[in-house]
């Protein structure tokens, strides 16, 4: 069983930067691909970025492409989510999730633990 606790949500502004966290139990974290998803109100669920065990193969959906960063530091039992140049369309609830898969996955299907959520809101 893996637990997954988000932080760094916010309200912003357009432009704005913000910096997401995820902290994962368990010691086998590392062993893990790690991936970021939102929801906006009334749409699916959709993949943002993923990341290998190592953080040396990173995944970006193309609306976040140049603008968001994933990384990891697996001595932390951390996943991070660099957010910058934000857009009104940018909000979201955010989620981490782990994969037990090798490559990184986009499918939630393909994830097996899931994190609470926090709110992201980017303002005009």
């Known amino acids: 069983q893996v637990q997954l606790v988000e932080s760094g949500g916010g309200l912003v502004q357009a432009g704005g930067s913000l910096r997401l966290s995820c902290v994962a139990s368990?010691?086998?974290?590392?062993?893990?691909?790690m991936g970021w998803f939102r929801q906006a109100p009334g749409k699916e669920r959709e993949f943002v970025a993923g990341t290998n065990w190592s953080g040396n193969s990173r995944y970006y959906a193309d609306s976040v492409k140049g603008r968001f960063t994933i990384s990891r530091d697996n001595t932390k039992n951390t996943v991070y989510l660099q957010m910058n140049s934000l857009k009104p369309e940018d909000t979201a609830v955010y989620y981490c999730a782990v994969s037990k898969l090798v490559l990184v996955p986009t499918s939630t299907l393909q994830y097996s633990y899931w994190g609470q959520g926090t709110q992201v809101t980017v303002s005009s």
């Open positions: 368990g010691r086998t974290f590392s062993r893990y691909v």
